[in-house]
């Protein structure tokens, strides 16, 4: 029993794959706090989707695939600002729009343009292929990520419950709403090469999601979600180990099973049971 326990911590691929998620499931649930409080869940599934032809631009320019990742979401999320606020469309209804085109786009690209890219890997995540240069770009994302959104949580919260409040503070919200994005940008970029684009999605609502409904502020809820986050990637990369799965996809069933145990306690709660 014990020798099961500690078996998926013998091999190098095994320990990387613990690494990266210890780098990259702070910044997943930190920001996953914000998108569930903003509303912006969609957000976050539909930036994830857009990074796509950004990656194969970039490998046809010959320039690193994280920056063309990074430029391809983080303006297309402008863009969708620009024309949610300058239409009488509603801003989910254009960020259905833009974002579906975009990872149309992409799949195009890569079709008509093959590449060395694995299109699963992208999409999917590598978490068992990590390297180091892996883990050391993810470090470097997502460090600074973890600090500014663990230093500045109090003025993106109140920028979140009410930006005319805010703004009358004095805080800077046109600088909090784009370094937003541009977080989220970076967030996803730094999960690329582990839990993939779409499984990134999970990432970045399930521990917010979760926290939500444990909690009752939202310094418990950064808190929460990240204790969660880190548990659902620890443990289903062991659990997948054993069961011969990957990693990525044993993470978010895990992390779904938190969620439906967190919804049960909160009816339980409410039923007074």
Known sequence: MIEALFQPFQYPFMQNAFMIALIVAP????LSCFLVLKGWALMGDAVSHAVLPGIVLAYMAGIP????????????????????????????????????AMFALGIVLHTAFPTDIHLDHILLGNMLGVGRGDLLTAAAIAGPVTLILGFKWRDMMLHAFDPAQARVSGLPTQVLHYGLLAILALTIVATLSSVGLILAIGLLIAPGAIAFLLTRSFGAMLITATLICLTAMLTGIWASFHLDSAPAPTIILVLTGFFLLAFLRRTLARSGL
Do not use: E, H, Q, W
């Open 27 to 30: 910044p997943c649930a930190l």
């Open 65 to 100: 695939l994280l920056v063309g990742a990074f430029i391809a979401g983080l303006g297309s999320a402008l863009l969708t600002g620009y024309l949610a606020d300058n239409s009488r469309l509603k801003r989910d209804t254009v960020m259905g729009v833009v974002f579906s």
